[in-house]
């Protein structure tokens, strides 16, 4: 597949986000299981956790959770977590855009698993289940001429779901599955290395974008 420069950013709506409450002890289905099936599904919808225990906060993590809501659920904390995952799902309600053969190609942020640099081509690599308007581009990668700088930098300005990782990519943080100190695993099984230069901010990030504390000694 050939390239087309004019790499650019613009910001729709989409209706593709969503928000899920799931209460851990269900009766037909254990709550975490069920998130682990819509994590499978490749599906990037906010899923907010309600529990009377929080013993299951160490499983919840692997199943990328937006909030963890204790029961008795209190109105002013249900109102707070509520307007918070709207104002995500709005920021997540915006596309990336790029010209291909002289086409725009217009994708949702909400489906792109990370940027890759190389060579001065930028690589986008898709969720699997993303469907184009136009057949041609419904695919797992699309690729153009472009600055992964120029990308970080429009991307950080309006949403900031975005991660670089490396000099190389630039990772949906909605997608990782997990990570260590020098490699994050994406939803899909794909790992990418951490730069060592990067190890201790992308830490910083992915601990304050998953509410967690950051251990002082690190």
């Known amino acids: 597949m050939g390239c087309a420069a004019g790499g650019s950013y613009a910001t729709t709506h989409s209706d593709d986000a969503s928000l899920i409450y799931l209460d851990i002890e269900m009766k037909n289905v254990n709550g975490i299981s069920a998130a682990e099936v819509i994590r499978e599904m490749d599906i990037p919808a906010l899923i907010i956790y309600v529990s009377n225990y929080e013993k299951y906060l160490k499983e919840l993590f692997n199943t990328e959770p937006f909030r963890f809501l204790s029961k008795p659920i209190d109105p002013d904390i249900f109102q707070s977590v509520f307007l918070a995952a709207y104002k995500r799902i709005r920021q997540r309600a915006e596309y990336f855009s790029f010209t291909y053969n002289k086409a ?5 942020l909400s489906r792109i698993h990370y940027f890759e640099s190389s060579n001065r081509v930028i690589y986008i690599h898709l969720a699997g289940n993303f469907k184009s308007e136009n ?3 419904n695919r797992g990668e699309h690729k153009f001429y472009g600055k992964m700088n120029d990308i970080e ?3 950080s300005y309006s949403n900031s779901r975005f991660i670089r990782i490396h000099q190389s990519y630039l990772v949906n943080f909605d997608y990782i599955k997990s990570m260590d100190f020098y490699t994050i695993t994406m939803s899909d099984g794909t790992t990418l290395q951490i730069s060592e230069d990067r190890q201790k901010n992308v830490r910083t ?3 304050t974008m998953s509410r967690i504390e950051v ?3 690190e």
């Open 104 to 108: 725009l190609v217009k994708i949702p």
């Open 135 to 137: 057949p041609e581009f």
């Open 153 to 155: 930098a429009k991307l």
């Open 205 to 207: 990030q992915f601990c």
């Open 215 to 217: 251990p002082r000694n």
